[in-house]
C-alpha cells in the first residue's frame, strides 16, 4: 500500500511541472502596448455655409451724387452665404486661403436733408440704405489643438452697397443740376481683419464661429464699414 502511494505522488508531481511552469510564463508576460489617441488633421480643401449678422454704418448719399457731404447711417440686418477654403498643417500652426460670398440684408433708413460744402440744399429726404452682398478673399493662420483651431484672419472685402430714397419736402428728386437722382448701386472694396475658432466634430466636418470687421476703401475713415459675427459648417475632403 505505501509503495502504491509512493508512486501516486511521484506520478502527480511529474504531470503538475508542466503547469507551473506554464503559469509561471502568463505571469510575467508583458502588457499590451497602450493605442496611441488619434490626432486631428486640418490639411485639405473644405467648402462651407454661414451665416450670422451684421451692424455698422454707410453713407448712401454719396451714391446719389459724390457733391454731397458725408453721411452716416446706422445699418444692421442679417447674412447668409457660402464659404471655400484650402490650408496645410505643419505641426501645431495652420496657414491657409479662404473666401466667401454672402448675400446680405443690412440695412437702415432715415429722413435726412443733403448738403454740399456744409450748406444744406432745399430738399428734405427719406433714404434707405443697404448692404446687400458681402464678399471676402482672405489668408488665415492659426495654431490647432488636436481637433479645435483658434486663428486669425485677413485680407479683402467687397461690398455691394444700393440707397434709393424720396422726397418728404422741397426739391423733388429728379431736378437736373440740384437732385438729378436718388438712387444708386455700387460694388466698393474694402478690407477685413478679424479672427475666431474651428471645432472638428467628425473626420471631415468642422463647425466654426468668427468675427470680421470689414472697412470700405475710398469713402472716408468709419463711414462705410461694417462688423460681422457669423458661425458655420465645412466639409472638408480627405481625413486623418
Avoid at 503538475?16 to 496611441?36: F, R, S
Avoid at 490639411?43 to 459724390?66: A, E, K, M, R, S
Avoid at 433708413?109 to 450748406?119: D, E, L, Q, Y
Wanted: hydrophobic residues 45%; charged residues 10%; negative net charge.
Amino acid at each position: 500500500m505505501k509503495t502504491l502511494l509512493r508512486h501516486f505522488a511521484s506520478t502527480a508531481a511529474v504531470l503538475l511541472i508542466p503547469l507551473g511552469a506554464h503559469a509561471a510564463d502568463l505571469a510575467v508576460q508583458a502588457p499590451p502596448a497602450p493605442v496611441a489617441a488619434a490626432v486631428y488633421n486640418w490639411t485639405g480643401l473644405y467648402i462651407g455655409v454661414n451665416g450670422g449678422w451684421g451692424w455698422g454704418t454707410q453713407d448712401p448719399l454719396n451714391l446719389f451724387d459724390t457733391r454731397f457731404d458725408r453721411s452716416s447711417f446706422d445699418v444692421s440686418g442679417g447674412l447668409v452665404g457660402g464659404t471655400i477654403g484650402l490650408q496645410i498643417q505643419q505641426g501645431p500652426i495652420v496657414l491657409g486661403l479662404e473666401a466667401d460670398f454672402d448675400w446680405a440684408d443690412i440695412t437702415g433708413s432715415r429722413v435726412t436733408i443733403p448738403s454740399i460744402a456744409g450748406m444744406p440744399i432745399p430738399a428734405t429726404l427719406n433714404v434707405t440704405t443697404k448692404m446687400e452682398d458681402i464678399s471676402t478673399a482672405r489668408v488665415r493662420g492659426g495654431v490647432a489643438l488636436n481637433n479645435w483651431l483658434i486663428y486669425v484672419t485677413a485680407g479683402a472685402a467687397f461690398i455691394k452697397e444700393t440707397a434709393s430714397g424720396s422726397s418728404v419736402a422741397g426739391i423733388a428728386c429728379g431736378t437736373l443740376g440740384i437732385l438729378p437722382s436718388c438712387s444708386g448701386s455700387v460694388w466698393r472694396p474694402g478690407l477685413a481683419v478679424g479672427g475666431g475658432t474651428e471645432w472638428g466634430f467628425a473626420s471631415n466636418w468642422t463647425a466654426k464661429a468668427e468675427y470680421l470687421y470689414i472697412d470700405a476703401v475710398g469713402t472716408g475713415i468709419s463711414v462705410d464699414h461694417v462688423n460681422v459675427v457669423r458661425a458655420g459648417i465645412n466639409y472638408k475632403f480627405g481625413g486623418f
